[in-house]
């Protein structure tokens, strides 16, 4: 695994989490931000997961 990619793609993640649940705090899970956050964590996730299965 590319360990460089994969560091940023973890501080994305942890910093995009951090955010998500600010703003649901403040506008609701079902808020339109909260939701568009989910998945772009999500997506996020996913490109996670991929870059952990090529390295193996």
Request: hydrophobic letters at 40%.
């Amino acid at each position: 695994m590319d360990k460089e990619q994969s560091y940023y793609l973890l501080t994305q993640i942890e910093m995009l989490r951090k955010r998500m649940i600010e703003i649901a705090i403040l506008e609701g899970f079902t808020s339109e931000e909260s939701l568009n956050l989910s998945r772009e964590l999500d997506r996020l996730l996913n490109q996670f997961e991929e870059l952990k299965e090529k390295a193996i």
